[in-house]
């Protein structure tokens, strides 16, 4: 299956459909802390956002294709004060009918060897909603670590919370 799915870098061409995805993921409302309504990017400010990432030698995008189409993407950002600068987050979306064929390990071994390589990367990291336990598993089997938790920190419905789950792999030490 893995030999159908290429990742690469993105293109500010890649901004409409990154959209479309970005709203398809929301429109779950299972494992993303914005809401649909509350998103309101649109394709040159999307376009402009993946310049600004590709010009930052301490983030970067990528893209997952399955059979030439996009399915999936992986944003990676980093604090701009020195003292965080080592380090950086990241957020992962894969299309619903896309999960478990392995995108999102592919879209980790990416960004984990981009970091290997980037001398100012030491540490990845993430938060994921306690609830999301197929992500969490994948992230454990990637080397990542749980560090700590937010708890009740995201309230999904009136007397319904869920913990923020931090985790992280260091990089370079």
Known sequence: MEQQIKVRVAVEED?????????????????LITTVEEFQQTIDGQKEWIQAKLANERETIFIALYEEKMVGWLMFQSPHRKRLAHTGTFGMMVLKEYRGLGIGKLLLEKIIMWAEHNP??????????????????????????????????????????????????????
């Open 120 to 173: 100012y990367i030491e540490k990845i990291s993430l938060g994921v909603f306690s609830t999301n336990e197929r992500a969490i598993a994948l992230y454990k089997k990637m080397g990542f670590v749980e560090e700590g938790r937010k708890i009740n920190e995201i309230k999904l419905h009136d007397n319904e919370y869920i913990d923020d789950v931090l985790m992280y792999k260091m990089v370079h030490k």
């Open 15 to 31: 901004a409409a459909t990154m959209l479309e995805i970005q709203k398809e993921v929301l429109a779950e409302e299972d494992f």
